[in-house]
Nanobody
Framework: QVQLVESGGGLVQPGESLRLSCAAS????????MNWFRQAPGKQRVFVAS???????NYADSVKGRFTIYRDNANNTVYLQMDSLRPEDTAVYFC?????????WGQGTQVTVSS
């Protein structure tokens, strides 16, 4: 069983930063690819960033150079450092893991970027 709990969202002004956390339970976290997705109001959920068990990362073009995904295997946690935030980054951010063909999602954390 995999459980994912996100935290760290909030209201910030354009240009500011936030760090999201995803605490994961379940076996084999160290080798799991972990992902962040986001869903803006009225839009589909879209990929933001991923990190493999070996630390390889991948980013959506819209966040490259501004967001950084990293992990702490000792604490079963994956992070999303978000810098230079823009109003278009406003969304609910979800942590995700696929294990044995099943998709696991957290409850999401709201990020609002507004002046």
């Amino acid at each position: 069983q995999v459980q994912l709990v996100e935290s760290g969202g909030g209201l910030v002004q354009p240009g500011e930063s936030l760090r999201l956390s995803c605490a994961a339970s379940g076996s084999n976290f160290m080798i799991a690819t972990m992902n962040w997705f986001r869903q803006a109001p009225g839009k589909q959920r879209v990929f933001v960033a991923s990190i493999t068990g070996s630390g390889s990362t991948n980013y959506a073009d819209s966040v490259k150079g501004r967001f950084t995904i990293y992990r702490d295997n000792a604490n079963n946690t994956v992070y999303l450092q978000m810098d230079s935030l823009r109003p278009e980054d406003t969304a609910v951010y979800f942590c995700h893991r696929n294990r044995f063909g099943l998709n696991y999602w957290g409850q999401g954390t709201q990020v609002t970027v507004s002046s």
